[in-house]
Structure formats: structure tokens, C-alpha cells
């Protein structure tokens, strides 16, 4: 491991000539003199002094490289029957008229704009275009509902948001609009305008303030780049935190493009004339990393797919979009590949079509479990790289690095620390974790370029969330341990996030829905062990004294408002009530401790519990089938 051990080793002893060095992948207005600014810890900031535009560096220069007719984006909707692709130039136009309407509405740098599209060539648009203008874009996952995106309106507080009237589920179309003015209604801060881009499958009912994406644009002016510091935001994204109000993960402009340029190079070994197809979405991390950005500041061709693996039509769809545009990296979560296995255990699918552009299977999002490793590689004949990284960090924490230096991979890992991330295991006492022995993994300050410099507008829940259980150490809220060889293993989330077919949720966010239902005294929502999601949560509630309405009503009515609220997405398909919830003497409920009886373990009870006798009513309930 030669070149990976020296890429390594220096990274963290000579960050600044290393992050100089990989610094030369972007364009700037202004070179960065300084790389690191450390005055202020635990807050550090990226090429301080420096200036670039991001939309530039994805879109601008490869047109001004002399690529303006090569493939920039393929979009690919099997929901829609629809092949489109644009070149660099006509990118670059329909950005920068993009911009040019935005600004007309009132957008300047700095502002906020709020995404909720589906997965549309205009959505990879609005955000490039609000790059291109240094305003900050937060894109908000089409599968929440009313309640996810009120939240996130209110903590952004956007100037204008762009929705799509609808999204479309395989053969079920999802109306966004009634969605978009639920949240409205229930948000306390107002936009300005609503742009609305009409779907001819569902086309919205406009309000006063909303306009189409037709009239938005028509006779818009092309919008030049505008210049920004490094350290200003490009996004925030919004994830799920252990409370119901998510966190705004503010990624900035300068660290991002380089650190996400050198990820492309280094892990994914992808560059000009490369295919690259992350089957995200992009309202989340992967979708605004390598659906997105990542690729385009490569300069390789990003494909856009509004489908499903299985389904839109069949189990062969992911091996279809392989072949037909020549992709030469597939990145999705573990659950696509377990959803296309278990409609077709052989992989007779796979046999129809040539897959052979394909290099690499990345699978991200939640642990890769052996067989589906094994399944993976069987079929597609190509090396399977599990890598593991969060909202939080934008880019790979481990991986193998395919372009780095390839490296064995082993099964049940994601590999190695990649350079930059200083990843350390720690015991309870915070001393370091042996080889072998599980514990918190965290990362040694500063993170590299890339990295959440902090939350939107809230420094405290930043320092509070992931830089307070240890000191001078990032916590990751995974658990896991280092084998001998230095391969990381990722067990899983040490705390009340969970992970739902490669969607991160909060149960927080759920309790609180169900909270809000007027039977219900209290409720805890933990998640359970899924074959294949990996995880789902399952709700139980204490009703209050005197409901004598049947149970499976209260239970069905509850289902019913997680998914009305939060969003299908959610995937809350059993509530329970049930005659108490197990609880310390200070009143906190054993959340963790049911999740051990739920996965199966027999979990030590802990001596503050009030009640023992009622964890033993629950066990049954708990046990799995
Ligand atoms: N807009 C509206 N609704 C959405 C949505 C969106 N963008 N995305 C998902 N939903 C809905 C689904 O239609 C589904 O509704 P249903 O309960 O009526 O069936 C519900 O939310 C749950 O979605 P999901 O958990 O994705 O389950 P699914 O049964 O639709 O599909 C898989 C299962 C495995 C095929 C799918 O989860 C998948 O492709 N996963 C890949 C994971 C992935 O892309 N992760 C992103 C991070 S890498
Ligand atoms: P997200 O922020 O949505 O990307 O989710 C991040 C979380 O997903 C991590 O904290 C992990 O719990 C989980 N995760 C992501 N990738 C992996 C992986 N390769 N192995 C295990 N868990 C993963």
C-alpha cells in the first residue's frame, strides 16, 4: 500500500502542502495564498483568502477547454419515457438563463433558494444556476412531506423556492404542489415567489405568488458567474439529527470543488470521458455530490436517472442504463442491489445486456452486507468498492482508492481512512480502541476541505452535535472498529438516526407526529433490522388514560399521519399500542435498550430503570418473527 500509506501520511502531517497541491484541480478568481485557517478552533475554515465560482469550475470551463460538444449530463426517465442529454454549451445556456431568471426575481448572492423537484434535468439546473449566482441552494427530498419541508423553509428562510408540480413513484404520481402549500401554510417564513415547473402528469394549481418555470425563464437574461470567497455556502442540506429538527449542513464553495475534485480523481477514478451514474437523488448528500457536482467538475458525463432499480419496468433497469450510455461507474445503496437480487436471484437480467464499460460497483449509504457484496460482484464481474462517508463530510471518510492505489477488498469493510480524514476509534473513556475492539469512530480537527464547517447559523448545535463527547475529535455517531490491516468496520449508528433504504431518517421527527395525536401519552420510535431496507422504524405508544377507541384504529390513523406528514418515505408501517414504555427513574426512555431486544440481542438492563416488569411485557412485543 505504497502510495496510499504516503498519500496518507502526508495529508495529515502537511496538510497545507497537501491541500495546496490538490488546490491546482480548480479554477480560481482568487489562488489561495492560505490554505489553512486555524485561528479560530474548533472552527477552521479552507483557503481563506481566496475566490472561485463552483458553476464554473462544474459547467463554464469545460466549454472554455473546447468541450462544449461533449456529453455534460444524460437524463434518463423510464417513469416518463424520456432520453435527453445535454452538451457542455447547451448546459452552460440553460444554467445561465437559469441565473439570469433567478436574479430577475430578486436572487443575489447569499440568498437562499429552496429545491423540491424531482429528479429532472431542472433540478440539477436551479442548483447550478444558484452557484452560479454565489446564492445558496437547499435542495429538500421530494419524498418528505409537509411537515420536513416546512421546517427546512423556516430555518432557510429562501427568497424564492422551485418545485416540480409533481415527482413520479414507478406507476404512482405524487403531487408536490399540495405539498409545497401545506408547508407553506404550516411555515412561518414566506418566499417570496414559488417557481413551478408543470409535469403534464400533474400540473399544479397556482397562488398568487407562484409563476412556471416557463414563464420564469422566458426571455431571462444569460446570468454571468459570480465570484465568491472559498468560505461562503454553496448549500445546506438538511439531515437527520437525534431531535426532530433536522440540521443544516452548510457546505462551503473553495474546499468543496477541491475536495470533491480530488475524490473523483483519487477514489473514483473518474475523469474526462468517463460515465459517471450515481442512482441517487439528488436531495441527498450522494445526489449534490456525485449526482451533481463531483462529475461535472471532472468534466465527466453525469447520468441523471428518474426511476427505480426495480420496477420502472423491471429488475433489469440499472443493467439496461449501463449499457445504453456506457457507464463507467455505477455508485448506488446496498438496498438497490438487494431489491434487484431478490426479484431476480440468478441475474438473468444482468445476462441481457453488456455491461463491460462498467469498472467499478460503488455501494454507499448503509453497511454493505456480505451477500450482497458477493451477489454484486458475481454478477456485474466487476470490483465492488464499499464506502462509507455522511451528509456531514460530502465526501468519502473511507474507501478503497480505486485511483489512488487499488486496494483487496474485504467484505463487511469500506476499507481504509482516506487522506485527510484523521480516523481514530475511541472506548468509552476516550481512550484509543485496540485493533479488534468496537467503539465511537470519530476524526482527529481539523476535518479536510469538504467538511460541514459548521450548521446553518447555529455554531452552538454544531460544537454541541460533533464536537463535544471527545476532545479535538469529530464524532461520526457510528460505531465500529479497525481490523490489523487498518480496514475500518462500520457497525452502525450509535444513536437514534436510522437508515431506510439508504435514507436517513430521524425518529425524533416521527415521535413528534405521533406524539401530536391526541390519544397518545407517549411513544418511541426505534429502528428495526430489515431485509431489505436494512433498517425500518417501528413505533410504540402509551395511550392516555380513558381512550376506549380500538386500538388498530389509533394504530392505523397514526401509520396514516407519519406518511401524511413526514412523507412516504418515512416507512412507518407499524405502530403499536402498547400498556407502558420502559423508562429510567428520571424519566428518559430506554430507546437503546429496546432496540437491542428488537435486534434480536439480549441487551443488559440498565440498574436506573424504573420498572423492570415492564421490559419483560415488551419483550415479546420487541422479539423479532
Ligand atoms: N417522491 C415521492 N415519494 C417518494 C420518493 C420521492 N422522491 N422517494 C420515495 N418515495 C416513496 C416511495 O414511492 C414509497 O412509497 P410507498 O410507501 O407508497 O411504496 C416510499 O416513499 C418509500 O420509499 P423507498 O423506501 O425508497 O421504498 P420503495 O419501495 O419505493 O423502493 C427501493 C425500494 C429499494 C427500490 C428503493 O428504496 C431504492 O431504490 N433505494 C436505493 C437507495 C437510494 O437511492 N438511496 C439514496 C442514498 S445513496
Ligand atoms: P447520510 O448522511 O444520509 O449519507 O447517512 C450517513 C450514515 O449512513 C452514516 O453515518 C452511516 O451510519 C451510514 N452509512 C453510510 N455509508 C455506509 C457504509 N458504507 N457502511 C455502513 N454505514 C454507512
Redesign the pocket.
Known sequence: MGAYRDTYERSLTDPDGFWRDAAAGVDWDRMPMRVLDGDRPPFYRWFPDAELNTCYNAVDRHVAAGRADETALIYDSPVTGTLRSYTWRELRHEVARCAGALRELGVEKGDRVVVYMAMVPEAVITMLACARLGAVHSVVFGGFGPKELAARIDDARPKVVVATSCGIEGSRVVEYKPLLDAALAEATHRPDRCVVLQRPQAPGVLQDCDLTWEDALDGAAEAACVPVAATDPLYILY?SGTTGRPKGIVRDNGGHAVALTWSMANVYATGPGDVFWAASDVG???GHSYIVYGPLLAGATTVLYEGKPVGTPDAGAFFRVIEQHGVTALFTAPTAIRAIRKEDPSGSFAARYRTDSLRTLF??????DPQTYEWAGATLGVPVV???????TGWPVAANLRGLEPMPTKAGS?SVPVPGFDVRVLQPDGAPAPAGVDGAIVIGLPLPPGCLPTLWHDDERFVESYLSAFPDVYL???GGRFDDDGYLY?M??TDD?I?VA???LSTGSMEEVLAAHPAVAECAVIGVDDELKGQVPRGFVVLKAGIDTEHEVIEQELVASVRRRIGAVASLRRVQVVPALPKTRSGKILRKTMRGIAAGADPAVPSTIEDPSVLDTLRPILRPE
Open positions: 439531515t441527498w448528500v450522494v455501494l454507499a449509504g448503509e453497511r454493505l464499499d464506502h462509507w462517508w455522511q451528509t456531514e469500506p461520526t455517531g457510528d462500520v452502525g449508528r438516526v437508515n439508504g435514507h436517513r
